[in-house]
């Protein structure tokens, strides 16, 4: 099946910092989002992303499907934006999601 | 903005009973799915669900598991005799197909002691 591995594991930032998550995928997909999970444990959607670039906010994400990797960007972190970032992927003829480990975003004062 | 709803949000259970977990997906979507998070570990399928009927299932979604839509609105996941291992974060979700990915509910942490 699909692999997925998003890096770096763990990233501990000063808040004002900027941050980029990668999420590498190996095979073609036509459905990839990525995901925040808070300290209660919800899954945010941040981003739908096949391919392509979208912003909205301080976030913004990149997709080049052609080489199989996705970047999600934070800038000027803050605190709240501390959790769990996840990638999801889906392939064509298939309805679920294949999610990344996820990169643990730590965001001191 | 549309939410998936998810009833309770935490659940204890004795092992070997019965639990059913309840899910309102978002209105106009078609397609729902139950996902599991064992603590500290990512998230994983368990099971598609479409017009009535499982349209994909994970290995992880034996005959201990069973889904169902009761009625136009409810999304229900049953584990028939739960085990300890069956302790984890479920997820249901929902999707409309390609207008902007999957929404997920905010969970139903399960404790089987």
């Known amino acids: 099946g699909i692999q997925v591995e998003q890096s770096p594991p763990d990233l501990i930032l000063q808040e004002g910092a900027n941050s980029t998550l990668r999420c590498n995928f190996s095979?073609?997909?036509?459905?990839l989002q990525w995901f925040h999970q808070n300290p209660w444990g919800q899954l945010i959607n941040l981003f739908y992303?096949?391919?392509g670039t979208k912003q909205n906010g301080r976030l913004s994400a990149t997709t080049v499907a052609t080489e199989r990797y996705s970047l999600l960007y934070i800038s000027s972190s803050q605190t709240t934006d501390s959790g769990v970032y996840f990638c999801?992927?889906?392939?064509?003829?298939?309805?679920?999601?294949?999610f990344g480990q996820g990169t643990r975003l730590t965001i001191n004062p | 903005e549309p939410e998936v709803t998810q009833t309770p949000s935490h659940q204890v259970t004795q092992m070997g009973q019965e639990v059913i977990l309840r899910c309102v997906p978002i209105?106009?979507?078609?397609?729902f799915y139950w996902y599991r998070q064992i603590l500290g570990q990512k998230v994983e399928f368990l099971v598609s669900?479409?017009?009535?009927?499982?349209?994909?299932k994970s290995e992880i979604f034996d005959d201990q598991f069973s889904v169902e839509r009761p009625d136009g609105s409810n999304f229900t996941l049953k584990i028939r005799s739960t085990k300890l291992e069956d302790s984890a974060m479920y997820f249901c979700?929902?999707?409309?197909?390609?207008?902007?990915?999957?929404?997920f509910g905010s969970g139903t942490r399960l404790t089987v002691v």
């Open positions: 209105s106009n979507h078609l397609y």
């Open positions: 095979d073609s997909v036509n459905n």
């Open positions: 992303i096949p391919s």
């Open positions: 999801a992927v889906g392939i064509q003829g298939a309805q679920k999601l294949v």
């Open positions: 669900f479409y017009n009535n009927e499982i349209s994909e």
């Open positions: 979700a929902s999707d409309d197909r390609g207008q902007g990915g999957y929404t």
